[in-house]
Nanobody
Framework: QVQLVESGGGSVQLGGSLRLSCATS????????MGWFRQPPGKEREGVAT????????YFIDSVKGRFTISQDNAKNTVALQMNSLKPEDTAMYYC???????????????????WGQGTQVTVSS
């Protein structure tokens, strides 16, 4: 079992930065595919980035490549999403999720992630 708690959301202007953090507890000795998802207002949930906590491999959707970075800290119990050069279209509720490691190696969807945090709101004003 693993518990996830997101933090770091807020309101920024176009071009600003935010750092989201996903604190994990429980079975932190095991490796997972950790994913960041977002749901913009009036739209469906979409995946943003993943990191395999065992291999440290990462993936980003095209719209955030070069702007967002996903990482885990030295203790391997938190996962961060650094968001730079933010745009209004980044506005969404952001969720941290954990699932089996194979999700980080191929096709993935929110439907297959097992554990979820409560979400944190990110708002970007133009």
């Amino acid at each position: 079992q693993v518990q996830l708690v997101e933090s770091g959301g807020g309101s920024v202007q176009l071009g600003g930065s935010l750092r989201l953090s996903c604190a994990t507890s429980g079975d932190t000795d095991s490796s997972y595919c950790m994913g960041w998802f977002r749901q913009p207002p009036g739209k469906e949930r979409e995946g943003v980035a993943t990191i395999d906590t065992g291999s440290d491999s990462t993936y980003f959707i095209d719209s955030v490549k070069g702007r967002f970075t996903i990482s885990q800290d030295n203790a391997k119990n938190t996962v961060a999403l650094q968001m730079n050069s933010l745009k209004p279209e980044d506005t969404a509720m952001y969720y941290c999720a954990a699932g089996p490691r194979y999700l980080c190696a191929g096709r993935w969807s929110w439907q297959f992630f097992t554990y979820w945090g409560q979400g944190t709101q990110v708002t970007v004003s133009s």
